[in-house]
Each structure stands twice: as structure tokens, then as C-alpha cells.
Nanobody, 122 residues
Framework: QVQLVESGGGLVQAGGSLRLSCATS????????VGWFRQAPGKEREFVAA????????YYTDSVKGRFTMTRDNAKNTGYLQMNKLKPEDTAVYYC???????????????WGRGTQVTVSS
């Protein structure tokens, strides 16, 4: 059974940092791309960042470029989202997702986690 479990969310002041983790099990993680999405209250879920199966390519939505960084550790079957210079508008539930090989910027991922809350206070 495939499982994706996000962790690392919490409450932080504006300008602070958090590192989200996406721990996976039940799939050959090194063959899967990882995406991060977020959903703020009253808004649709949106793409945040993604990393390819080899870790060589990353993609970011414009609003987080230069502040967020995606990495992966295939030995630990885990993807990460380092979030720096956080802003109140980054407040949302963050979800990780996996799909085979190549990432996509839409929600066409095969497996999803349950999310972790990130709250940025002003």
C-alpha cells in the first residue's frame, strides 16, 4: 500500500523558515517525481513546486521562486520543501504527491498525502 506522509508544518512568523518532508512508502520512490501543492481557506488547490525522479529538474510557481527549494533523498524515500522568507500569503495546507518519472504542474499525480498545515503570522 502506497503512503505519503507530510510533516514539518507549523506556525511561523513572517520571514521565518520551515522545511516540509514527504515520507513515502510502498512505491519505488527513485522512479517517481514529487510535487507540492497547497490549498488556502476558500481557495482552490494550487501547484507550488515539483522535482523530477532524478532530482535534476525542479519547477516552482512564480510566487515562491527564490524562496522555496525542493530536494529529494532517494535513499530515504523522502522529498523535501525548504521554505524561506515565508509570507502570510503562504498560509495553507501543503500536500505532497507522486507520479512516475516526470513531474507535471497540474494535479495529475497518482498518489497524495493528507497534508500538513503551514501558518505564517504577520
Amino acid at each position: 500500500q502506497v503512503q505519503l506522509v507530510e510533516s514539518g508544518g507549523g506556525l511561523v512568523q513572517a520571514g521565518g523558515s520551515l522545511r516540509l518532508s514527504c515520507a513515502t512508502s510502498g512505491l519505488p520512490f527513485s522512479n517517481y517525481a514529487v510535487g507540492w501543492f497547497r490549498q488556502a481557506p476558500g481557495k482552490e488547490r494550487e501547484f507550488v513546486a515539483a522535482i523530477g525522479w532524478r532530482g535534476a529538474t525542479t519547477y516552482y510557481t512564480d510566487s515562491v521562486k527564490g524562496r522555496f527549494t525542493m530536494t529529494r533523498d532517494n535513499a530515504k524515500n523522502t522529498g523535501y520543501l525548504q521554505m524561506n522568507k515565508l509570507k502570510p500569503e503562504d498560509t495553507a495546507v501543503y500536500y505532497c504527491a507522486c507520479r512516475k518519472f516526470l513531474p507535471t504542474l497540474d494535479d495529475r499525480y497518482d498518489y497524495w498525502g493528507r497534508g500538513t498545515q503551514v501558518t505564517v503570522s504577520s
